[in-house]
């Protein structure tokens, strides 16, 4: 670093000063010593009472040399007061005084005080002439001392001297070609400084440290030179705004010939990033060369040109490489974990030696280069990732195809979701979010379509998909940062996969449910079965044609009224009401009718037990219990031909007469196929117990077949047309004419459920067929209603 | 050749509407009407069966080799729209005068000479479509019958657009014989291929739309030929 030199600012001090000593005040003309000339040698005088001590840095080799007639800046000299002063300031440069003064007081003789005298001054006839060659010989001095300084040598004159020739120059209106010599004679010195620089060194930190030195050897001697030529700086150079400062003039010498002897230059720049490119392979470098050196080159106003821009392609190649290696020989989490580090790196680096604006580009280079430009290659290996996790879970996976690598032994379930979370995170960095989500997207319907589509699996299919949603609600949590773009794409795409397949993920959802509201289900607590349901809601409410579930869980429900089966009424009843927030009250309207019958079968039975017709008619040890169903409520039972025994019919009839006696107007019909006879023959006793409650006959009806089940779907599908139907017959009867891409628009619109434009136009093909529409006459892309 | 057997001298007809009729006609128009009208009604006598008191196909097929066209001339099925005669195979009286006044034929050399015009008649595009529709109804031949089967169809097609369509005609005859989903035509899918083949670019069908209210078979027929070229 530089060392400081210590300046005064002495007519500032002075004025402020209340001095008795007349030779260090300004305004008033020093009685002590007389004067036999005008203004210009109270000013000398002036310039000679401003000697200054300084302390000079020994290694420089400039000393002071003190036989002088102030033996008090001797003492002075040899105290090693200095600051700190910033080389490139002007201003404000403030001195260590006690020596100024101590000399200043010492000059002091101590005069008893005399009575006024009077003064006459009397004008010289003529002006004083300078003496010959003043100029000549002033310079003389100062050019040796420059010389000196910068040979590092001795120089037999005292600064005090020096000043004075600098003062005497400038005020002789010498200072234009006082600065011209100045900077000649710096500039001799400079170069050839630089120059021996040229073929120096072939280790390139040695070379470097040379220029290290020479560049610090420059500033101590410029602001040495700056030092004793102040005055120069403080008047001509300020007067003359095409000029510089000399600290600035020395720069601008110090950077023409650094760049003309360029081989100097370019083999700094390359030392540096050489030892940057070392650092970045793991090697200790010397982080202070660095500094001083890139500092250096801010001074020169050439960092930006001469380093940065090759500093930066430098990084783009060095991580260009770097990330396609590691790509290659990484897995993915490694590979960001590295990134990760790099970019820490890299931004330390600026925090250490390289310039504050180069932190931006630097760390952009380093992004670009190691993620954006990998982006696909990450993506395509982190669907691992992925897969590990899922199959963590022991979900299928079946329908991805891609080779696993090695190294999915052991998987921590908390290490794959942070490795996400890095991807996330990094990726963010570089706009990549939207590779993400879209690789996301495909992942979940890919994966959910192996789900869906596998019929071997069918039976496991609502299990999966619940874990499947789960663990991804998982990951947007803990790895998406809840990103709500990404929340939205998981529901897309769940919405996507899960009605890839017409009407049998309804048709499990529903069974799922039976099974879940069904009684048997030990262990299961309420809290459990509440956010079991809720989930399976999530599911339901991604399906497409809910009147497929509508009727399958229909079906399911009345089986398990009828057969007292419910695990929990309550849990019914809430599922009940989540389809209706869900669906609106249309949809549960049926549901919750059948639940009524249900209750108000159980006071019907009682009132029958105390009825008449049961107390006289039916004979003893007979229970008989009868649910009565409002149909339009409940499915539709195929009519079945089942002969009971004669006694049963009789007993119906009984239940029958007490029934119409107490509502009339009614019409029973006794549902066979769903009648459930229990027989309980003690032979012994001889008794006969029956039980004729409508539940299903196990005989008849054992378990529920394929054929059942598709003919269940078969009906919601005839359903859909009669619906159909009757949307286009009621638009066409209120609009009486309408074109067939806004009836299209209006049967989408006001139909539930999924439908292609294809069934529609079957449809219509159908009633014109029919004759409740037909096509106009002279456009035939209108329909007219036939009344 | 006449059918010798059925050969009337006089123009009494054996039913008495018919004779009400004849005053009709003779009381509407002049003498040199009356004799042309007594002229046709001759001439149906002699193709006309006796007994059904129409011409019946076997009377039809003599008319042909008279007029010495194939009876599967599709001038035929013109002459029969022009007489608008509603049942295929048969010609009553008030059809063959009707038919037979408007080319004002009363002798068969004339109804031969009339043939040509009425083709030109026929096929001028705004009776085209008339006679177009009046052929798909002409083929319904049972009671309630709406459609006609395939192999009919395809004959039809070929009667009457395969000299203005033909390649149109050629490729959706062999869609109609490929495809499976389609047993029988209506009336609205036959309408509607006329429509296509007078609007529709062949063969790269670029301006058909199938969002729009073509008829699904055509829908079917479009993407089957699509699939077929590449």
Known sequence: ????????????????????????????????TTTTGGPHFSLMKKAKSQAVSCSFDNKNGFQLDNNNNNNNINSASQDPSSMIVDPTENDAVRASSAGGFTANLGRKKATPPQPAKKLVIKLLKAKPTLPTNFEENTWAVLKTAISSIFLKQPDPCDLEKLYQAVNDLCLHKMGGSLYQRIEKECESHISSALQSLVGQSEDLVVFLSLVHKTWQDFCDQMLMIRGIALYLDRTYVKQTPSVRSLWDMGLQLFRKHLSLASEVEHKTVFGLLKMIESERLGEAVDRTLLSHLLKMFTALGIYPESFEKPFLECTSEFYAAEGVKYMQHSDVPDYLKHVEVRLHEEHDRC?????????????ATAERQLLELHITAILDKAWILLIFIFKFHNINTIGFSQPLTSGFTMLMDGNRTQDLRRMYTLF????????????????????????????????????????????????????????????????????????????????????FLDEKLRAGNKGTSEEELEGTLDKVLVLFRFIQGKDVFEAFYKKDLAKRLLLGKSASIDAEKSMISKLKTECGSQFTNKLEGMFKDIELSKEINESFKQSSQARTKLPSGIEMSVHVLTTGYWPTYPPMDVRLPHELNVYQDIFKEF???????????????????????????????????????????????VEENASTTERVFQ????????????????????????????????????IKPVDLKKRIESLIDREYLERDKSNPQIYNYLA | MRRASSKKASSNSTTSTNSSAMDLFRSATGKAATKELERIDQLFYSYSN????????????????DLEVEHTDVRILMLAWKMQAEKQGYFTLEEWRKGLKALHADTIVKLKKALPELENEVRRPSNYVEFYSYAFRYCLTEE????????????????????????????????????????????????????FCNEISFPDFNNYDEELAWPLILDNFVDWVKSKQS
């Not at chain 1, 250490?352 to 630097?362: E, F, G, I, N, V």
């Open chain 2, 50 to 65: 006796e007994s059904s008191g129409m011409i019946d196909p076997e009377g039809i097929e003599y008319l042909c080799s």
């Open chain 1, 351 to 363: 925090l250490l030696y390289l310039d504050a604006s180069t932190r931006k580009p630097l760390v």
């Open chain 1, 659 to 705: 029934y119409l006696s107490k509502y009339s107007g009614r019409r029973l019909m006794w549902q066979n196929s769903l009648g459930h006879c229990v027989l309980k023959a003690e032979f012994a006793k001889g008794k006969k117990e029956l039980a004729v409650s409508l539940f299903q006959v196990n005989a008849i009806q054992l378990k529920e077949t």
């Open chain 2, 144 to 195: 309630k019958q709406k459609s006609i089967d395939i192999e009919s169809i395809c004959e039809l097609l070929e009667l009457v657009l395969g000299s203005q369509f033909p390649q149109q005609v050629d490729l959706f005859v062999q869609y109609l014989k490929t495809q499976v989903d389609y047993k029988v035509i209506n009336m609205d899918q036959w309408m509607g291929f006329y429509r």
């Open chain 1, 1 to 32: 670093s530089v060392t400081p030199l210590s300046m005064s600012q002495p007519s500032n001090n002075n004025r402020k000063r209340s001095s008795t000593s007349s030779s260090s005040s300004y305004t008033s003309p020093p009685s002590s």
């Open chain 1, 719 to 754: 359903d859909r047309q009669y619906q159909v139907d009757a949307a286009i017959v009621r638009i066409m009867k209120t609009r009486k004419m309408l074109s067939h891409t806004l009836l299209i628009t209006e049967l989408f619109q006001q139909l539930k459920f999924p």
């Open chain 1, 428 to 511: 963010s960095r570089v706009n990549a979010l939207e590779s993400l989500r879209h690789a996301l997207s495909s992942y979940i319907r890919k994966t959910g379509q192996g789900i869906v589509t596998d019929e071997e699996k069918d039976k496991d299919m609502v299990y999966s998909l619940l874990e499947f949603k789960a663990s991804l609600d998982k990951i947007w949590e803990e790895s998406f940062s809840k990103n709500d773009v990404f929340c939205n794409t998981i529901k897309e795409a769940f919405e996507h996969l899960i009605n890839l397949r017409q009407n049998r993920p309804a048709e499990l959802i529903a069974k």
